[in-house]
């Protein structure tokens, strides 16, 4: 089974401008977490999508938002770049997210490695 | 508000034992998490642990105590590709991190 892809693995932008970010889920999995990493605060939940419907959101700014389409895959974007907003962007599928036991794991994939100037 | 607490550091010695102790204060509780992240790699999934007890896969293991708000991971014979962070996540409605325990293995 292919794993969790993201695209694109680099990216470098400036402040002002927007960027969106691609996720491609483990074939089969339904949910789709994204963080951001930052060696500061460690790994931060952005928001959780299940089903096209985001399931819970994290502590973060309107600038930052996404989606999911009816093949799981998920997109996430900020606007109006700040240079706090370098970061490694992580997504994570798992199949149903719901803490059912074996069915909870999630999965990363590679990360987005944004930096914003 | 929700917490999870870990060491920053540990350092232990090839074919050794260590232990990362995983503190949590969260309103709700879903199951704990532990990942392992090399330095430019994304986390990759440890154990998970949702009953209290211990969970053994190898030369990892997981303790978890549901009342006391604490959990370990335990590796044993220690190799230095184990030099990695050790994340503890905790699932409520949403997956909390802790910032992770940066482990140096020393020959």
């Known amino acids: ?117 | 508000g929700q917490n999870i607490d870990q060491p920053t550091e540990m350092t232990a010695t090839e074919g050794a034992i260590v232990q990362i102790n995983c503190t949590y204060q969260t309103s709700g509780f879903n199951g704990l998490f532990w990942y392992q992240q090399h330095a430019g790699e994304a986390p990759t999934f440890l154990s998970y642990n949702v009953l209290d007890g211990l969970e053994e896969k190898g030369r990892f293991s997981s303790f978890l105590s549901r009342s006391k708000g604490y959990s370990y991971l335990l590796l044993k014979e220690l190799q230095m590709k184990d030099s990695a962070s050790y994340l503890c996540a905790v699932r409520n409605d949403k997956i909390i991190f802790g910032k992770g325990t940066r482990l140096h293995i020393l020959p």
């Open chain 1, 1 to 117: 089974k292919a794993g969790v892809t993201q695209t694109p693995r680099y990216l470098i932008k400036t402040r002002g401008q927007q960027v969106t970010l691609s996720c491609s889920p483990i074939s089969g999995h339904r949910s789709v977490s994204w963080y951001q990493q930052t060696p500061g605060q460690g790994l931060q939940f952005l928001f959780e999508y299940f089903s096209e419907t985001q399931r819970n959101k994290g502590n973060f700014p309107g600038r930052f938002s996404g989606r999911q389409f009816s093949n799981s895959r998920s997109e996430m974007n900020v606007s109006t770049l700040e240079l706090g907003d370098s970061a490694l962007y992580l997504c994570a599928s798992s199949l149903l997210g719901q803490g059912k036991l074996g069915q909870e794991t999630q999965y990363f994939g590679p990360g987005t490695r944004l930096l914003v100037l």
